[in-house]
């Protein structure tokens, strides 16, 4: 068979087919994974409705989840949030911002060998409680923490 | 075709610490320009991560990532002298690859 993945995505379009070539082998999911931008959950506008279609409705508040991010932030265009989990086989790490337009900031996946650890800037609209989801082990956990915003980074 | 990124990557111990800022404006689309129209959402999407042809990190971004992004991360496995590859994707289909080596 002389399908290159891009022309079997390009071909399928239809999640039938995607999911046959998947059961064939000829698509490894991590692959899909890595390429596929899931519109869905990035379009969210609630938490409620981002650990939805993230397939989280009822993550376990933890202390081994760790959000590091500034208690004020002078500029909202620039929060360097960081996240940490101490938790075992950890896959994933979210980031939601509750009062930001999209709530689903980020999804990291960390593969086995990669350290449950992530840093990244993110931009705030409005002072809003920044949620960080852990999937581990196939459970949802989540720690958050308010930051303040004095001057908003999404313009308007 | 994008501006390169910076990208520093450094032993510590067992565990590689990777830096990474990407150049790239981060358009929310929900932004206006002077005369009242919305610019266009330009952002990118997926980033990925290769070490000797291992996936060992990948992200998927939303808009709500800052202007210029810089990502960190922490993978075990990797020696001096390797190269660490990273590939960003954005929302119009550009993309950019460049690559580190392990100090």
Request: hydrophobic residues 40%.
């Amino acid at each position: 068979m002389g399908y290159t993945r891009r022309q079997a995505l390009k071909a399928g379009g239809s999640l039938g087919l995607f999911s046959a070539l998947v059961a064939l082998g000829l698509v490894k999911p991590g692959d899909a994974w890595a390429q596929a931008w899931n519109k869905g959950v990035f379009e969210t506008k609630s938490v409620a409705d981002a650990l939805k279609a993230l397939g989280a409705s009822a993550p376990t508040m933890t202390a081994d989840v760790i959000v590091t991010a500034p208690d004020i932030a002078e500029n909202g265009a620039m929060v360097n949030v960081a996240a940490v989990s101490k938790l075992p086989k950890t896959q994933q790490i979210a980031y939601l911002i509750e009062k930001n337009p999209n709530t689903v900031t980020a999804v990291f996946d960390i593969p086995p060998g990669t350290l449950p650890e992530v840093q990244t800037r993110v931009k705030m609209g409005q002072t809003s409680n920044v949620m960080v989801l852990v999937k581990a082990d196939g459970k949802y956990y989540a720690a958050q923490k308010e930051v303040k915003v004095t001057v908003g980074g999404c313009g308007g | 075709m994008a501006d390169p990124m910076k990208i520093r990557a450094a032993l510590q111990g067992d565990v590689v610490e990777v830096r990474v800022l990407m150049a790239h404006e981060m358009e929310t689309g929900t932004r206006k320009d002077a005369s009242g129209k919305v610019i266009p959402a330009h952002f990118i999407q997926t980033v990925s991560a290769t070490h000797n042809g291992n996936t060992v990190f990948s992200a998927h971004w939303g808009p709500a990532i800052a202007k210029n992004p810089f990502l960190q991360f922490k993978f075990k496995g990797g020696s001096k002298g390797d190269k660490v590859q990273i590939t960003w994707t954005d929302n119009q289909g550009d993309k950019r690859t460049d690559e580190a080596t392990i100090s």
